[in-house]
C-alpha cells in the first residue's frame, strides 16, 4: 500500500510546465523619460483611467499596476493584450494632459529571443544554388514564423 501511495506522489510531481503565454503580461510604451516621469505622478489615476477605456471597449484584460524604467512606462495587465487594447491604451497616453504626445512610440508587448539552426539543407535544388534570400522567403511564408523577424540574414 505504501509502494502505491508513493508512485502516486511521483505522479503528481510530474506536472507539465510549458506555458503557452507570457507568464509576466506587460504593455511597454516607449516615451520620454519627462512623460514617465509625469504619468508614474498621478499612477492610481492612470490606471483607473486605463481600465475604464479598456472597460468601454468591453475588453476583459485589468491593468493592475504601472512603472517606469528606462525611458519607458510599463503597465502589468491582468491578460495578454490584443491589438485593440494595445490601441486604447495608445489613445489614452497621448491624450493625457501635459504630455508631449510626439516622444510616444506605440505600446507593444515583450519580445523574446529565440535561436534557430538550420542543419541538413542542400546546397542545391533543380532551380539552381539555394541562397540566403531563399531561406529567408520560405521562413516567412512558414506560419510558424507569421510574426518573427530575423536578427540576422541565414
Known sequence: MKAMNSSKRKNKSNINMITREPLRKQVIVPMAKSNAELIVKLVHQHIANINNCL??????????????????????????????????????????????????????????????????????????IITPDFVEGVLKETHLFKDMSLASKP
Request: hydrophobic content about 40%; proline content about 5%.
Open 55 to 128: 472597460r468601454n471597449i468591453k475588453s476583459d484584460v485589468i491593468a493592475d499596476f504601472l512603472q517606469f524604467s528606462n525611458n519607458m512606462v510599463i503597465i502589468i495587465i491582468s491578460k495578454l493584450a490584443s491589438p485593440s487594447n494595445l490601441s486604447t491604451i495608445e489613445k489614452y497616453i497621448k491624450n493625457i494632459k501635459n504630455i508631449a504626445s510626439d516622444s510616444i512610440e506605440s505600446p507593444h508587448l515583450p519580445k523574446s529571443k529565440s535561436y534557430l539552426k538550420i542543419i541538413g539543407l542542400p546546397h542545391s535544388m533543380n532551380n539552381g
